[in-house]
């Protein structure tokens, strides 16, 4: 992990929203595709629906102390993970009678964070570092960070499939690093395991004081493509395109996204290496936690509710409520990421029609929906694509069935019939049986 030279000056915040606020609107020109606010009972795991917890000491297979060294078991245990009732979610690393430290460390269900082509995704989390500094500090490691989606299931290909470091701090010190890993390890074009960062103080109260607002922007929109770091709106980091060979580039880049993660880890390399010694030591104290008020996910160009004749970009989030027609389906609000509505009470010869939906000169090859499923055992269908008529040829779909309720949202990919142009689309619905199977949310399309 970096470890960039500190600045000395301290820029001055304006005055901060409450812990606990709800998730910001869009900014004028996107559109959310997802976030978690951490509403809910006080002791409460994070939504299954949105996060996995990680237990043990690494991934089954994979490195061992999660491949930095950190001595800490993470765990599902309230004691180290769960809502506090005000709107955020607490991580806190204990330290046991034994000796022992346990944490905890999420990452999201969703694995294709990325933005479409010509878009730039904006990944935030406004969030606390564990309010404890000094020989107290030692060893502490708060992040909130990104991986590729090959590493779920593989562990062996990091850092080729790319890390965006969004927020890491070690020790209690005021500052926050923003760092991306590539290419191989050790040395090659992100000087691994180093990786390319940088470092700066968070303005106005300190990073461990006060909840801070974290950012990190891949833009596609830009030639050659940028990455960029935010602490508080304001940009301290940034890559190139540029400045890495194409291969390194499109290893990271050229996959189907990328999932978050947020934890605290105990001791490692990064901590290790800032204090010139092993932690955490016998001052280390126990119980601080990471405080996260919210996670977001935005896209640029996102006009997801046109104006009647407005194009709609088929690259963007496509809210299924935003149809112009359709045959035996109702509206209904959404306990989703966002809110809203989706469409519901959807079965065998179901429609959604959507005029002018824009895919440009570059054919889309692919579809993706997010949908949920309270259909009784054996009860399935088809979600399907189609041009111009809701009985045209199929372009391609996925089969679905009973994901865990009508609100269990996950989101399924399918490879299309490649289309281009200005077309009117389909989405359409058939299952062998009579029963309702599925609820729709949105869907996007991508190359």
Same mark, same amino acid.
């Given at each position: ?7 000395? $000056?301290?820029?001055? %915040?304006?005055? $901060? ?26 002791? %409460?795991?994070?939504? #299954?629906?949105?996060?996995? @917890?990680?237990? !043990? ?7 061992? *102390? ?64 564990? *309010? ?10 708060? =992040?909130?960070? =990104? ?23 070690? *020790?209690? @010190? ?13 040395? /090659? ?15 106005? #109260?300190?990073?461990? &004081? ?27 980091? #940034? ?46 104290? &126990? /119980? ?13 160009? /996102? ?21 112009? $027609?359709? &045959? ?8 989703? &990421?966002? !809110? ?6 959807? !079965? ?20 993706? %929906?997010?949908?949920?499923? !309270? ?28 994901? /865990? ?6 989101? @399924? ?13 389909? @989405? ?6 009579? =029963?309702?199977?599925?609820?729709? *949310? ?6």
């Amino acid at each position: 992990m970096a470890a960039a030279a500190l600045p000395a $000056a301290v820029a001055t %915040a304006a005055p $901060a929203p409450p812990a606990g606020a709800s998730v910001p609107p869009p900014p004028d020109g996107w559109s959310l595709v997802w976030s978690d606010d951490f509403d809910g009972p006080a002791g %409460a795991r994070p939504s #299954s629906a949105n996060w996995i @917890i990680d237990t !043990g000491h690494g991934y089954p297979g994979g490195p061992a *102390n999660w491949g930095t060294g950190e001595i800490q078991r993470y765990t599902a245990d309230p004691a180290n993970i769960g809502l506090d009732g005000g709107g955020n979610l607490r991580i806190t690393p204990v330290k046991s009678s034994s000796g022992e430290w346990t944490s905890a460390r999420i990452e999201t269900q969703r694995t294709d964070f990325k933005p479409a082509d010509g878009r730039v995704l904006r990944i935030e989390g406004r969030l606390q570092m564990p *309010n404890v500094t000094g020989s107290q500090a030692l060893g502490y490691w708060p =992040a909130f960070w =990104a991986l590729g989606s090959p590493y779920r299931g593989n562990y062996q290909n990091w850092p080729a499939i790319g890390e965006f470091d969004i927020m890491e701090n070690v *020790n209690g @010190i005021n500052s926050v690093w923003g760092v991306l890993h590539c290419g191989t390890n050790p040395g /090659g074009a992100c000087n691994e395991s180093t990786g390319i960062g940088a470092s700066r103080t968070c303005p106005g #109260s300190t990073c461990q &004081s006060a909840m801070h607002t974290f950012r990190f922007e891949w833009d596609r929109s830009a030639s050659p493509n940028q990455l960029r770091w935010y602490v508080d709106g304001q940009q301290y980091h #940034s890559v190139s395109q540029s400045q890495l060979d194409a291969t390194t580039w499109a290893n990271m880049t050229q996959h189907a996204g990328y999932f978050l993660l947020l934890n605290v880890a105990m001791g490692g390399a990064f901590p290790n290496g800032v204090a010139g010694h092993g932690t955490p030591t016998a001052d280390t104290v &126990s /119980g601080r936690p990471m405080l996260v008020d919210y996670v977001a996910v935005w896209q640029s160009g /996102g006009g997801t509710t046109p104006e009647p004749g407005d194009p709609v970009d088929a690259r963007s989030i496509i809210q299924a409520e935003s149809r112009q $027609a359709q &045959s035996g389906t109702q509206l209904e609000t959404t306990t989703d &990421s966002g !809110g809203g509505q989706n469409v519901g009470y959807i !079965g065998n010869g179901d429609w959604l029609r959507y005029d002018d939906v824009a895919f440009g000169g570059t054919a889309a090859t692919q579809f993706k %929906a997010r949908v949920a499923s !309270g259909a009784s055992a054996g009860v399935s269908g088809l979600v399907q694509v189609r041009l111009d008529s809701p009985t045209g040829p199929v372009l391609g779909g996925f089969a679905v069935g009973d994901t /865990g309720g009508w609100q269990s949202w996950r989101t @399924i990919p399918a490879n299309i019939s490649g289309v281009t142009g200005t077309r009117t689309v389909y @989405i359409t619905f058939s299952s062998g049986q009579p =029963a309702d199977f599925v609820n729709l *949310n949105w869907f996007t399309f991508s190359s």
